[in-house]
């Protein structure tokens, strides 16, 4: 899922001219891994577009890509860096070893049953390992979907012109136009319908089916394999085949809130509950966190405090990464990985160029120093 941010309007001139030209000049030189600086860079995946699947919206499927892209990406990791285990980093945190130079970890958020269908075969020819962050949903036995995807999938089916949308003291209006005020106005639900429990969600969007006139889950159709695939999240039994197959597991939260949005207390709870249950399915230990969205304006100072105390070793936003970038490890930096982005376009993330550059500009990207106030859109 794509996610609305703030970009400075310069960024928006220069950035096609570095993709398009200087990004596919220095990688073909082999300047980016010939430079690059040392430490660890994260990378962050979302999983792989199933065979078959024609994608509804750019915005909507903009964090999945190619299982052929996924390949290619592998074999350069693996021909230039030093890919890593997620056991590797646990025990580099632990100070029971060093990285080696060019450390290159792979995360997937979400849980997506393509993780296993489709992501999970190339992972095993490209002999790598991945750390795949699930909710509390895949600690379960029933097949469910993310509830924000489902939430996009009903503004952008439903009829155009001026709507109103209630459940209990919940009210949601606007109106609906282009694909560009869909959008808006579905982000916006997406922040204020953070502010409430699991099941204040589901009766909204319940309650916006019916008002919409739509059928039930259309997108999301159990007997449609290419669906559960696409829109599914993975069960219980399904996240055990992927520890069988030497991939490990950690927390996304109970049910992918913005945790910036919530009171405390809630976010406390979705971070705890969410270990516990993982831990109870599974029968292994979780210590591995990552903040749901990941933004800078989805965590604050107090939600970046709270993965300690709720028993994790580490915690991992979706932004700022690189190698040579700093790493705290209740804030650890990763690099966002789109379907847009080109194989160039990667090297220069996950070497640390494209942050280099940045601050030699004097226009960073956003920073993961932000533990001394809370983010702010």
Same mark, same amino acid.
């Given at each position: 899922?794509?996610?609305?941010?703030?970009?400075?309007?310069?960024?928006?001139?220069?950035?096609?001219?570095?993709?398009?030209?200087?990004?596919?000049?220095?990688?073909?030189?082999?300047?980016?891994?010939?430079?690059?600086?040392?430490?660890?860079?994260?990378?962050?995946?979302?999983?792989?577009?199933?065979?078959?699947?024609?994608?509804?919206?750019?915005?909507?499927?903009?964090?999945?890509?190619?299982?052929?892209?996924?390949?290619?990406?592998?074999?350069?990791?693996?021909?230039?860096?030093?890919?890593?285990?997620?056991?590797?980093?646990?025990?580099?945190?632990?100070?029971?070893?060093?990285?080696?130079?060019?450390?290159?970890?792979?995360?997937?958020?979400?849980?997506?049953?393509?993780?296993?269908?489709?992501?999970?075969?190339?992972?095993?020819?490209?002999?790598?390992?991945?750390?795949?962050?699930?909710?509390?949903?895949?600690?379960?036995?029933?097949?469910?979907?993310?509830?924000?995807?489902?939430?996009?999938?009903?503004?952008?089916?439903?009829?155009?012109? $001026?709507?109103?949308?209630? +459940?209990?003291? !919940?009210?949601? %209006?606007?109106? /609906?136009? #282009?694909?560009?005020? *869909? &959008?808006?106005?579905?982000?916006?639900?997406?922040?204020?319908?953070?502010?409430?429990?699991?099941?204040?969600?589901?009766?909204?969007?319940?309650?916006?089916?019916?008002?919409?006139?739509?059928?039930?889950?259309?997108?999301?159709?159990?007997?449609?394999?290419?669906?559960?695939?696409?829109?599914?999240?993975?069960?219980?039994?399904?996240?055990?085949?992927?520890?069988?197959?030497?991939?490990?597991?950690?927390?996304?939260?109970?049910?992918?809130?913005?945790?910036?949005?919530?009171? $405390?207390?809630?976010?406390? +709870?979705?971070? !705890?509950?969410? %270990?516990?249950? /993982?831990? #109870?399915?599974?029968? *292994? &230990?979780?210590?591995?966190?990552?903040?749901?969205?990941?933004?800078?304006?989805?965590?604050?100072?107090?939600?970046?405090?709270?993965?300690?105390?709720?028993?994790?070793?580490?915690?991992?936003?979706?932004?700022?990464?690189?190698?040579?970038?700093?790493?705290?490890?209740?804030?650890?930096?990763?690099?966002?990985?789109?379907?847009?982005?080109?194989?160039?376009?990667?090297?220069?993330?996950?070497?640390?160029?494209?942050?280099?550059?940045?601050?030699?500009?004097?226009?960073?990207? $956003?920073?993961?120093?932000?533990?001394?106030?809370?983010?702010?859109?």
């Amino acid at each position: 899922m794509r996610y609305f941010s703030q970009v400075r309007a310069p960024m928006k001139i220069v950035s096609p001219f570095l993709k398009r030209v200087v990004y596919p000049a220095l990688s073909l030189a082999g300047t980016f891994h010939r430079t690059s600086a040392t430490g660890l860079a994260v990378v962050t995946y979302h999983g792989v577009l199933p065979e078959g699947y024609k994608s509804i919206d750019g915005a909507l499927d903009g964090n999945l890509i190619t299982a052929e892209m996924l390949h290619r990406q592998l074999r350069l990791l693996k021909t230039h860096y030093d890919l890593i285990s997620p056991d590797d980093v646990l025990a580099w945190h632990q100070r029971h070893c060093e990285l080696p130079p060019r450390a290159v970890l792979l995360t997937c958020d979400d849980g997506l049953l393509n993780c296993l269908t489709d992501m999970l075969p190339v992972l095993q020819a490209e002999k790598v390992q991945c750390l795949f962050f699930v909710t509390g949903a895949s600690a379960g036995e029933a097949r469910t979907m993310l509830w924000y995807e489902n939430l996009f999938l009903l503004f952008l089916r439903a009829p155009s012109g $001026p709507f109103e949308v209630s +459940a209990g003291k !919940f009210v949601v %209006r606007g109106e /609906l136009r #282009s694909g560009d005020s *869909r &959008r808006a106005i579905w982000w916006d639900s997406v922040k204020r319908l953070s502010q409430v429990d699991e099941g204040s969600r589901a009766s909204f969007i319940r309650a916006a089916r019916i008002q919409f006139g739509l059928e039930a889950d259309r997108d999301f159709e159990p007997d449609n394999a290419v669906s559960c695939q696409r829109f599914g999240l993975l069960t219980c039994v399904e996240l055990r085949e992927l520890t069988s197959a030497g991939m490990t597991i950690g927390a996304h939260t109970l049910s992918h809130p913005m945790l910036s949005q919530q009171s $405390p207390e809630s976010a406390y +709870a979705e971070m !705890f509950e969410s %270990r516990v249950r /993982l831990e #109870s399915a599974l029968q *292994r &230990r979780v210590w591995a966190f990552a903040y749901p969205f990941g933004h800078p304006q989805s965590v604050t100072a107090q939600v970046l405090a709270m993965p300690q105390k709720a028993g994790y070793e580490i915690a991992f936003l979706n932004f700022g990464g690189g190698l040579g970038t700093h790493l705290p490890p209740f804030e650890l930096p990763r690099v966002h990985v789109t379907a847009e982005m080109k194989l160039a376009e990667f090297e220069a993330q996950v070497s640390g160029f494209y942050m280099r550059l940045h601050r030699r500009a004097e226009r960073p990207a $956003p920073s993961v120093a932000i533990t001394q106030g809370s983010a702010s859109k």
